[in-house]
């Protein structure tokens, strides 16, 4: 990894009260329309070379293949919807300007819309999903795509990972 990057480090903000949510059966709300994360996706960053440029991204992966009926049951399977990425709103940024404050997802939306054309996260319904946030270091080198692989780190929190729902399954999360 570029040297960089490979100090960086990202605490989970909030995390009791993910732990809390994760311990219930988080579930996430996803419509037509999009609909933010509740508890929003926040972090604290360190390690960053204070004066590169950085992009903030976050990704959702699947955690298996299934659509469930029921928190305890298996409905089948069904393809993944398409993967998309959501880039924070202030990248690029200095590291400085990263480390300074909290960084907050709170603008991200998530959709059950296959046709979305707003630039949410696209998820299928009764699915669960990880997500992932990436700090992507942006390197000023005209060969720069050569070096790609060595230009960001990824974070993943157990913690956050939800079922996608139309409407709150688990009755004590809602």
């Known amino acids: 990894k570029n040297r960089r990057v490979c100090h960086a480090a990202a605490r989970l903000e909030m995390g009791s009260l993910w732990e809390e949510f994760n311990r219930l059966g988080t579930e996430m709300i996803v419509t037509k329309a999009g609909r933010r994360m509740f508890p929003t996706f926040q972090v604290k960053l360190s390690g960053l070379d204070p004066l590169a440029d950085y992009v903030l991204l976050m990704d959702f992966i699947p955690l298996d293949d299934k659509r469930y009926r029921w928190r305890w049951g298996d409905g089948g399977r069904e393809p993944a919807a398409p993967g998309r990425v959501h880039f924070h709103p202030d990248s690029p940024a200095k590291g400085a300007q990263w480390m300074r404050q909290i960084v907050s997802f709170d603008k991200l939306k998530l959709t059950n819309n296959l046709l979305d054309d707003n630039g949410h996260i ?3 319904s009764m699915h669960r999903y990880q997500p992932r946030f990436h700090v992507v270091l942006v390197d000023p080198r005209r060969d720069s795509e050569r070096f790609a692989h060595q230009n960001f780190k990824s974070f993943s929190f157990p913690e ?3 079922m996608a ?3 709150y399954q688990n009755h004590r999360v809602s």
């Open 160 to 162: 956050t990972q939800f």
């Open 165 to 167: 729902v139309t409407a």
């Open 122 to 124: 696209i998820l299928n």
